[in-house]
């Protein structure tokens, strides 16, 4: 099946830093999603995007569908932008494969 | 508008017991999907459900079952549990498809089985 690597792992960052995670598929796959977990365990749907660019606010996100990545753009980090970030691909049978996430710590 | 609710939020059980787990979506979502969330496997998928048929499937055993009411409420069945069946229970709703539409998720039913 469908392998979804996501890197880096952890991210440790200073308040107000810039990151950018990434996630990797290796075939092709109709739909992209990008998910944030906070340290309590709430999950937020951040981005549908199976190919192009989306920004929202400080977030920003980028697939390339044909080189099989997806980023996630952080700016001007916060320390409420902790917690794991999840990439998730839907390779064509309407079944979700999640990445095993970036977990991200913003020092204030 | 009312987010996601999952019931029971915390949840002991012992090997071989089975387990009922609800959720209830926001209103006006007709789909509802389910993901079980383990420090080894991470987050996969179980199944979705809309309009009270289940549309689609994970790679999960017979023993993890569910259902949708008219109301679109649904309700997850793990029977003969495992020691491995400890995990956080997450549901999300969505208007259609969860892999195009946003999902809303609950807060989680946090399962442990002993």
């Known amino acids: 099946g469908i392998q979804v690597e996501q890197s880096p792992p952890d991210l440790i960052l200073q308040e107000g830093a810039n990151s950018t995670l990434r996630c990797n598929f290796s075939?092709?796959?109709?739909?992209l999603q990008w998910f944030h977990q906070n340290p309590w365990g709430q999950l937020i749907n951040l981005f549908y995007?199976?190919?192009g660019t989306k920004q929202n606010g400080r977030l920003s996100a980028t697939t390339v569908a044909t080189e099989r990545y997806s980023l996630l753009y952080i700016s001007s980090s916060q320390t409420t932008d902790s917690g794991v970030y999840f990439c998730?691909?839907?390779?064509?049978?309407?079944?979700?494969?999640f990445g095993k996430g970036t977990r991200l710590h913003i020092l204030p | 508008k009312a987010g996601v609710t999952q019931t029971p939020r915390y949840l002991i059980k012992t090997r071989g017991q089975q387990v009922t787990l609800s959720c209830s979506p926001i209103?006006?979502?007709?789909?509802v999907s389910w993901y079980q969330q383990t420090p080894g496997q991470g987050l996969q998928f179980l199944f979705e459900?809309?309009?009270?048929?289940?549309?689609n499937k994970g790679n999960f055993p017979g023993r993890f079952s569910g259902r949708q009411f008219s109301n679109s409420r649904s309700e997850m069945n793990v029977s003969t549990l495992e020691l491995g069946d400890s995990a956080l229970y997450l549901c999300?709703?969505?208007?259609?498809?969860?892999?195009?539409?946003?999902?809303?998720f609950g807060p989680g039913t946090r399962l442990t089985v002993l």
């Open positions: 999300a709703s969505s208007h259609d498809r969860p892999s195009t539409d946003t999902q809303y």
């Open positions: 998730a691909v839907e390779p064509g049978d309407d079944k979700i494969i």
């Open positions: 459900y809309f309009s009270e048929t289940q549309r």
């Open positions: 209103s006006g979502h007709r789909s």
């Open positions: 995007i199976p190919s």
């Open positions: 075939d092709s796959v109709n739909n």
